[in-house]
């Protein structure tokens, strides 16, 4: 049977708000996770989620890291799904705050068969190398209908992928950054355009301030989404 977390307050954590290992069909859904807003690790997780496979769940949470130096909003770590039995990232909220070194709001490393969708990123720290979405590699991720936004003055990306192929489509998100790279395919790219030529992806995207209505309450109020 599966395992489900769901409706829970996690507050006041120092290092990771959940740790989640070799977990079939997991799911977790409808949790505030928060870290301390002052005197935790430097480097915070959000969600570390590690081999967590074959259909598993995390939706509807909110996600707050404080890390002085690193912030992780979600870390998705070799999560395999499968055709037809994907797992699934879906309207999570996720929001990184104070570092003054790298955040990223979702990072997904060597995922198979993963949907993103409906998520809502805000970075509103860190350097001109974070990301509020960030793929390493993998294959068969599918990202739509997502929010991926870097509000941060002069910060970072709102996507980037390393390997070109790990994406396999990508449309109807919003990208949007502060800085001046906009994302990253084989090289940084500055405009959507930009970006829309190097991929072949997102055709249907925009490129607008979601306007949230706060840095941790993301319902975007933006016309144009």
């Known amino acids: 049977q599966a395992c489900v977390i769901s409706n829970n307050i996690i507050q006041d954590f120092h290092s990771y708000g959940m740790y989640l290992y070799n977990l079939d069909s997991v799911v977790v859904s409808s949790n505030l996770i928060s870290a301390k807003l002052t005197g935790g690790n430097s480097t915070q997780y959000g969600i570390y989620a590690r081999y967590c496979d074959n259909g598993s769940e995390f939706s509807k949470n909110n996600i707050r890291v404080y890390a002085s130096t690193t912030n992780y909003g979600m870390y998705i770590y070799n999560c395999d799904g499968t055709s037809g039995d994907e797992n699934h990232i879906v309207n999570n909220f996720v929001s990184t705050h104070y570092s003054t070194g790298t955040s990223y709001g979702i990072y997904s490393y060597t995922n198979i068969y993963t949907?993103?969708?409906?998520n809502s990123v805000n970075i509103t720290d860190g350097n001109s190398s974070s990301y509020a979405f960030y793929n390493y590699t993998g294959s068969y991720i599918v990202l739509k209908n997502n929010i991926f936004a870097n509000t941060q003055i002069s910060g970072g990306y709102a996507?980037?992928?390393?390997?070109?192929?790990?994406?396999?489509?990508?449309?109807?998100?919003?990208?949007?950054?502060?800085?001046?790279?906009?994302?990253?395919?084989?090289?940084s790219k500055s405009t959507l355009a930009n970006f829309r030529s190097a991929s072949g992806k997102d055709a249907n995207s925009v490129s607008v301030d979601p306007l949230y209505v706060s840095d941790t309450d993301l319902h975007a109020r933006a016309n144009d989404i």
């Open 115 to 118: 949907n993103f969708y409906h």
């Open 159 to 187: 996507i980037g992928n390393y390997n070109t192929s790990g994406i396999s489509e990508s449309d109807y998100n919003c990208l949007y950054t502060e800085g001046t790279y906009l994302g990253y395919w084989s090289g």
